[in-house]
């Protein structure tokens, strides 16, 4: 019992820390109407300018406190809400998300330009350092009790002043009619920046309070606020004294997994629990109450759908790409003919997206969590190199994709962005991490497909043979998009509501679509591990599938030449890299500049190209014709 | 970052000294950020480029193992963590890497702590690298009759141990192994012990403790004093500058090329992998080629590094059975039951499976 007592109280600190960076989340999205992924990057940059003021310049901790909490972080929300938001108002909940997840890659990667891994060496020291208290036989550092009292008084006292104060209530309410605001006499402007302002000075608080109780390196500081997800769905990214307790809830559990599941089962099929539980918690109460049911109302927005692209543009599309492979085989060498090998598998990786997010409108942020299923299967089925092997890669990620796209099928918007993202990261800690399953030292081996007949020795027939899956591929989905199915996806993807009114089944038509996009992320991965040989866990991270998806907004995520240009463009970021030595983090920061300048282009550059080509033509055919309506938008309304 | 910052100050040093035959080295590096493809992609890249891989460093060493061991011609003279590589015929390590563990230590914390030994815990990394490690340390110990009671393989990004020293706590740990953990992870275990007043017996840990933060990192002298390190590197944060002169010219190089820098675990593995690099090299005469380079290299069947490592057997790819044994003393490491320089050999390398 005593020890019972003493894991809760242990869960209850760790819990603290949870509670109060969701906390944070909570205000932003009450207050601003936007879930900020850059949460947790935001924290870190407040922890990091910590370090900087009290190690480097030998500050006094509160006046550091004191200039990044009222100072820096003020400055900082008027800017985020300045530059990045106020051109989102009343943009999808999805269009804020790629420009908040693409602060968050700058945040990262001008930190770790910046400072480097030198703070992890020296640490922040905590305050009142070596001052604990006892509590039913566990001693709690003086600085958890800061932190948890810090979650008690976030949780209550902003409860009061979001519900019972006069810009409490303006706060919140600018979120649903800014004009409504105004002409109630309010400035909605300065609300709106007020929440920013207030959502940023939370994060910074809690980046300089969790900092001494965590390893102080730019991706755990960013990532400890994905445990504090689930807590703010337990709130319903509303209620803030529910919010507290989940986080609560999260940290007991964690503890009690590591005092009570069996070291032999951590050791052997359940790696990582402790970090596994939060996961699947978050995927549960995503499930259990989801916060965004089907709705009808909304501002509706026209927006220009790409031009569906007819059978024969497809295949001379197609021919061009076989042919730019055929071309590349013989003029590429060395690094550059490897680079674009990856690219065009990427780039199959990238249409399983074009299919999920371009057509149906359902946001994926694992899907590179289907890639990993798909080069682990092909690397176990019949010797890790066979025909048979690739099609098993795309049939079990397609029953997983259906798999995970059955119970969040009511779910939408934010919350299916998140279930998504829990279903990765479980998958990371338990599967990907199992080095008994990853048993090639944390790896897999997988080998090139051999198919029969063909001969594909040689990294020049390697690069022929994607450039041909890829045209293949794009041609297919092309084909799904003329079809009657890819119409109902672009109808879903509209208003699900509309689409569910007039009796098409919306379940069944976001399984499909889910387990299309899964099965063609596993060809992606059973192509990938082919290319790669070793893979392992690091190549399937949650980063690595927001940076692609990120790509894929930036280029187009409409088009299959979108996916093409997001393949090769984050092939070749790494390269870049390596030629580039003053920043260390380039492609996190192309990737990041790059979504918050092209983001407001719902088709991407790719797409705002062809808009343009077709505008040209529009109108030197409708020259000297009056009165002639617009033309070429297909299924224009879009539900934002 | 350590093991880059090693082989260039070597290079540096060796360029300094006018480099070999007349020729200065030029170093090209890449970072995989701990991905598997991105090691192999970096390998493949810099293949045709370089004379040879020194001093690489990485987790992931495996998947750029996969194109050394199709490219055999290509000499790799680093610190490798997976033993397939290591055993590759063109990989040459300052210290191999060698299933199992040195059997001096143990036998010294087992004369010393008869009773603890038989209450271990430990935590692991769960990495396979680590866990490989641990397999073999585990295995050496309970060849010695240790007894572990508690080991736990934690994950990424899991940093508070709270709930683990309780468990320890519970099972009646008395010797606590910290091997495997970073420095900084290791600090801050100890630090929750500490908190949670759990001062076990015995504590002992490997190289990656030796840092100029570590004391600090873990609060203190208070909380560290009498920790055990055993290593098979010199005290080359300053330690034993007055004995053993290569760690003077280590320090000189490495602060002079990069100031602020603290030199770690790693920083050594680039600095004695690039020794040995050069040291093959001068063997090899005024025409370098990869094959004969490979071939100086397979005739260096002891290595010191100037006294900065134990002796071990790189073309023989056998580990140092010598070691250094320290203990922190006022926030300081300082040798235990040792000679003011060089290294103990008082026992054999534990080969596991070796029976």
């Known amino acids: ?640 | 970052m350590g093991a880059l910052v090693g082989t260039d100050a070597y290079l540096a040093y060796e360029n300094s000294l006018g480099g070999v035959d007349g020729r200065k080295f030029k170093l090209l590096s890449g970072d995989d950020q701990f991905s598997c493809s991105q090691n192999q992609a970096q390998t493949q890249q810099f293949l045709s480029q370089v004379i040879a891989f020194v001093g690489s460093f990485s987790l992931q060493d495996n998947c750029g193992g996969q194109v050394l061991a199709s490219n055999p011609g290509v000499p790799n003279v680093s610190e490798t963590l997976n033993s397939s590589v290591s055993n590759l015929p063109n990989t040459f390590s300052p210290s191999p890497l060698v299933p199992g563990w040195q059997l001096g230590p143990l036998q010294y914390y087992k004369s010393h702590f008869p009773q603890a030994i038989k209450h271990v815990g430990t935590l692991v990394a769960g990495v396979a690298s680590s866990e490989a490690q641990a397999a073999g340390e585990q295995a050496a110990m309970e060849h010695e009759g240790y007894k572990i009671v508690y080991s736990r393989t934690y994950g990424p990004l899991e940093t508070d141990f709270t709930a683990d020293v309780i468990r320890m706590q519970q099972s009646g740990v008395r010797a606590v192994d910290l091997t495997t953990l970073p420095g900084n992870l290791a600090a801050r275990f100890l630090q929750e012990a500490h908190t949670q007043g759990f001062h076990p017996a015995l504590v002992f840990s490997g190289g990656p403790i030796y840092t100029a933060d570590f004391v600090t990192q873990a609060g203190g002298p208070s909380v560290v004093d009498g920790i055990y390190l055993n290593q098979n590197q010199a005290l080359y944060l300053g330690g034993d500058a007055s004995s053993v002169p290569s760690v003077n010219t280590f320090l000189t190089w490495v602060h002079g090329l990069y100031p602020g820098f603290s030199p770690d675990i790693f920083t050594v593995y680039g600095w004695t992998s690039a020794a040995l690099f050069v040291q093959a090299l001068k063997q090899v005469g005024s025409s370098p080629t990869r094959q004969s380079l490979l071939h100086a290299l397979g005739n260096v069947d002891v290595f010191t590094a100037d006294g900065m490592l134990a002796a071990s057997d790189p073309a023989g790819k056998q580990a140092p059975s010598c070691y250094l044994l320290a203990k922190i003393v006022n926030g300081k490491f300082v040798r235990t039951d040792m000679p003011p320089s060089g290294f103990k050999c008082d026992a054999p390398y534990y080969t596991a499976g070796a029976g």
């Open chain 1, 1 to 640: 019992m005593s020890a019972f007592l003493s894991y809760t109280i242990v869960g209850i600190a760790t819990g603290a820390i949870y509670a109060v960076t969701a906390s944070g989340l909570v205000v932003t999205y009450a207050t601003t109407g936007v879930f900020n992924f850059a949460h947790g990057a935001i924290g870190m940059l407040a922890a990091f300018s910590y370090w900087e003021l009290t190690q480097n310049h030998h500050l006094q901790p509160l006046l550091a406190v004191a200039l990044i909490l009222f100072v820096g972080a003020p400055l900082l929300g008027a800017l985020i809400e300045f530059v990045l938001m106020r051109r989102l108002h009343g943009a999808s909940a999805e269009r804020s998300l790629m420009v908040t997840l693409g602060l968050m890659l700058i945040l990262l990667g001008l930190a770790s330009t910046v400072w480097g891994d030198t703070p992890g060496h020296t640490g922040i020291p905590a305050f009142f350092a070596g001052h604990t208290v006892r509590i039913l036989g566990v001693n709690i550092t003086v600085q958890q009790l800061i932190v948890l009292g810090t979650a008690v008084v976030v949780a209550g006292g902003l409860r009061l002043v979001l519900k019972r104060t006069r810009i409490g209530v303006a706060m919140r309410a600018v979120v649903d009619d800014p004009e409504l605001i105004a002409m109630a006499g309010a400035p909605p402007v300065r609300i709106a920046r007020a929440g920013w302002v207030a959502g940023v000075m939370l994060a910074a608080l809690a980046g300089v309070l969790i900092a001494p109780l965590v390893t102080l390196d730019q991706t755990t500081l960013t990532l400890i606020v994905v445990n504090g997800y689930a807590a703010a769905v337990v709130g319903r990214l509303r209620n803030l004294p529910l919010t507290f307790v989940g986080g609560l809830a999260i940290g007991v559990g964690e503890a009690y997994v590591v005092g009570y599941v069996p070291l032999n089962w951590q050791s052997s099929w359940l790696p990582n629990p402790a970090l596994a539980l939060p996961m699947a918690f978050l995927f549960v109460v995503i499930l259990v109450h989801p916060g965004e049911r089907l709705r009808a109302v909304g501002e509706v927005r026209v927006s220009r759908v790409p031009k569906v692209t007819e059978l024969r543009e497809s295949l001379v599309g197609a021919g061009a790409v076989v042919a730019a492979g055929v071309a590349g085989a013989l003029v590429l060498s060395g690094t550059w003919r490897a680079t674009v090998s990856q690219g065009l598998v990427f780039g199959v990786i990238a249409l399983s997206l074009v299919l999920l997010t371009g057509y149906a409108g359902q946001v994926s942020l694992g899907q590179m969590a289907f890639v990993g299923i798909g080069a682990y299967t092909m690397g176990k089925i019949a010797g890790g190199g066979s025909w048979l092997g690739m099609l098993t890669a795309v049939g079990v990620s397609a029953a997983v994709g259906a798999l995970i796209a059955w119970p969040t099928v009511r779910v939408k918007g934010i919350y299916l962005a998140l279930a998504t993202l829990a279903f990765a990261q479980f998958a990371y800690y338990v599967f990907f991490s199992n080095l008994r399953l990853f048993n090639d030292n944390g790896s897999i081996v997988v080998h090139r497909v051999a198919l029969p007949g063909i001969k594909l020795t040689g990294a020049n027939a390697e690069l022929v043979f994607l450039s041909v899956v890829f045209a293949l591929c794009a041609v297919a989905v092309l084909a799904l998009r003329r079809s009657t199915f890819g119409r109902r996806l672009v109808a879903l993807s509209d208003s699900p509501a509309a689409y569910a009114t007039v009796g098409l089944k919306v379940r069944r038509t976001r399984l499909a679509v889910f387990a299309l996009s899964a099965g063609l992320a596993g060809l992606g991965g059973a192509l990938y591990g082919g290319l790669q040989g070793p893979v392992s866990a690091n190549d399937f991270q949650v980063l690595v599938s927001l940076t692609l998806l990120l790509l894929l907004v930036i280029w187009g995520v409409r088009t299959p030449t979108g996916a093409l240009a997001a393949g090769l463009s984050f092939a070749a970021l790494p390269v870049l890299q390596s030629h580039v030595s003053w920043v260390s983090s380039l492609p996190a920061l192309v990737v990041g500049v790059g979504v918050i300048l092209v983001g407001r282009l719902p088709n991407g550059v790719v797409g705002s190209i062809a808009d343009l080509v077709a505008d040209r033509r529009l109108s030197r055919s409708m020259s000297g014709i009056e009165g002639t309506a617009p033309v070429g938008v297909e299924g224009g309304a879009h539900v934002a």
